[in-house]
């Protein structure tokens, strides 16, 4: 064991060497090198948020065991996940295992598990830059493999639920000085069409939320409707305005029923959003250490797809630092949902991060609906820090770092 520090260069550079499906083996390797590590391996979070998948990489000469499937909640690498925090108890073979969380700007892909007789706190670093560079390495890779899609379906995928996940970005989760945004989907036993996108350029945040109307499979075609036509305008150069006109015309044109939707641009210099609402329920907003959240109580324009004279009215916003906005679908309001008390709730979870808070709410929803949903419930919450942000490095932050830094 020669314990020398990670050399960057080097492991990417076997990483692009290695199949791409060999990320782990890359890793690993490097860790059994420097630090005589005995175990290795990745355990990644499968889309329900529910199980985790393991993928061992087997020593040199030894069988690929099968993938094993852990139920995550209540485990410990929930609670990696939840605080983003390295773990480290006694192996009970007189070694140590080492535990870190593998996430990439805040989207928590799995953690990185590693068994080895003697780790001090160098070495624990060390751990966690690896777990870090697999992140990394992992994106990259998934592009040219379905081996950690594929890993991440530990149910049957209808037709409908497919279409659906791969009209979402592949994070759910984004970290950026100015802002931390995290989304969740929970579908409904007949997928109902909803969606949520967002991107960044230099100076702007686009964000996105979508419910296409209708069930199964013909609200998963309307959804990709939707999504296209929006995306394609927002790479274009256009605005809230011009997005909500594309939407309305690809569903004109084609016949395909309605949707509603509200798409924001937030000028990450100012904070200041502009936005078009189409129909769609009202966000909340949780503002100046308030105990609950409020409806911001938007204009409402008619949502895409109605065949009569319309047009879309621009709307703006003004975020202030420490704001909390939660933009919703009616999934999350309507039905069973309507128990439970999502401005409270909002209000409780002030202090997690948008990613648990989000978590929060989703499971409140299925709570309340007892696992039952008639429509998809999906929630995004977005953290305006300001202009001036947190270090950007907040991802690797603790809840009470992550407190502390947002609080304006």
């Given at each position: 064991?020669?314990?020398?520090?990670?050399?960057?260069?080097?492991?990417?550079?076997?990483?692009?060497?290695?199949?791409?499906?060999?990320?782990?083996?890359?890793?690993?390797?490097?860790?059994?090198?420097?630090?005589?590590?005995?175990?290795?391996?990745?355990?990644?979070?499968?889309?329900?948020?529910?199980?985790?998948?393991?993928?061992?990489?087997?020593?040199?000469?030894?069988?690929?065991?099968?993938?094993?499937?852990?139920?995550?909640?209540?485990?410990?690498?929930?609670?990696?996940?939840?605080?983003?925090?390295?773990?480290?108890?006694?192996?009970?073979?007189?070694?140590?295992?080492?535990?870190?969380?593998?996430?990439?700007?805040?989207?928590?892909?799995?953690?990185?598990?590693?068994?080895?007789?003697?780790?001090?706190?160098?070495?624990?670093?060390?751990?966690?830059?690896?777990?870090?560079?697999?992140?990394?390495?992992?994106?990259?890779?998934?592009?040219?493999?379905?081996?950690?899609?594929?890993?991440?379906?530990?149910?049957?995928?209808?037709?409908?639920?497919?279409?659906?996940?791969?009209?979402?970005?592949?994070?759910?989760?984004?970290?950026?000085?100015?802002?931390?945004?995290?989304?969740?989907?929970?579908?409904?036993?007949?997928?109902?069409?909803?969606?949520?996108?967002?991107?960044?350029?230099?100076?702007?945040?686009?964000?996105?939320?979508?419910?296409?109307?209708?069930?199964?499979?013909?609200?998963?075609?309307?959804?990709?409707?939707?999504?296209?036509?929006?995306?394609?305008?927002?790479?274009?150069?256009?605005?809230?305005?011009?997005?909500?006109?594309?939407?309305?015309?690809?569903?004109?044109?084609?016949?395909?029923?309605l949707a509603t939707g509200q798409l924001l641009c937030i000028h990450l210099e100012t904070g200041t959003c502009e936005?078009?609402?189409?129909?769609?329920?009202?966000?909340?907003?949780?503002?100046?250490?308030?105990?609950?959240?409020?409806?911001?109580?938007?204009?409402?324009?008619?949502?895409?797809?109605?065949?009569?004279?319309?047009?879309?009215?621009?709307?703006?916003?003004?975020?202030?630092?420490?704001?909390?906005l939660v933009l919703l679908t009616d999934g999350m309001q309507d039905r069973g949902a309507a128990a439970v008390d999502?401005?409270?709730?909002?209000?409780?979870?002030?202090?997690?991060?948008?990613?648990?808070?989000?978590?929060?709410?989703?499971?409140?929803?299925?709570?309340?609906?007892?696992?039952?949903?008639?429509?998809?419930?999906?929630?995004?919450?977005?953290?305006?820090?300001?202009?001036?942000?947190?270090?950007?490095?907040?991802?690797?932050?603790?809840?009470?770092?992550?407190?502390?830094?947002?609080?304006?």
């Open positions: 064991m020669d314990g020398r520090d990670l050399e960057l260069g080097e492991l990417l550079a076997a990483a692009e060497s290695a199949p791409p499906g060999e990320s782990v083996g890359v890793i690993a390797h490097d860790l059994r090198k420097r630090f005589g590590a005995e175990c290795v391996s990745f355990l990644f979070v499968d889309l329900m948020g529910q199980r985790l998948l393991r993928l061992t990489a087997p020593a040199e000469g030894d069988i690929t065991d099968a993938a094993e499937r852990i139920d995550l909640q209540g485990s410990v690498y929930d609670t990696v996940l939840r605080s983003q925090r390295q773990y480290v108890e006694p192996d009970g073979q007189g070694g140590q295992r080492v535990i870190s969380p593998v996430s990439n700007r805040g989207d928590c892909i799995g953690v990185l598990e590693v068994t080895l007789q003697y780790a001090d706190d160098a070495v624990l670093g060390q751990i966690s830059d690896a777990a870090h560079a697999l992140a990394y390495i992992i994106v990259t890779d998934r592009r040219f493999t379905d081996l950690y899609h594929a890993g991440r379906r530990t149910t049957r995928t209808s037709l409908a639920a497919e279409i659906q996940h791969q009209l979402l970005p592949s994070a759910s989760c984004c970290e950026a000085p100015q802002f931390t945004l995290a989304a969740g989907l929970v579908p409904a036993d007949d997928i109902g069409g909803d969606t949520y996108d967002y991107t960044l350029d230099q100076d702007t945040l686009y964000l996105s939320i979508t419910d296409a109307m209708g069930h199964d499979t013909e609200s998963a075609l309307l959804a990709t409707l939707v999504t296209a036509a929006l995306r394609g305008a927002r790479r274009t150069g256009g605005d809230a305005l011009h997005q909500a006109q594309s939407a309305h015309e690809a569903l004109l044109s084609n016949s395909r029923g936005l078009v609402n189409a129909g769609h329920p009202w966000p909340l907003r949780l503002r100046d250490g308030a105990a609950e959240a409020e409806e911001v109580q938007l204009a409402v324009n008619l949502p895409f797809g109605v065949a009569a004279p319309t047009s879309y009215q621009l709307q703006e916003l003004q975020l202030l630092p420490g704001d909390r999502l401005a409270s709730l909002v209000g409780d979870t002030r202090a997690s991060h948008p990613r648990e808070a989000v978590r929060a709410l989703t499971t409140a929803v299925l709570d309340a609906c007892r696992g039952n949903l008639k429509d998809d419930a999906t929630v995004v919450i977005l953290d305006w820090h300001g202009a001036e942000g947190f270090p950007p490095r907040g991802a690797r932050a603790a809840y009470g770092d992550y407190e502390s830094a947002s609080r304006p």
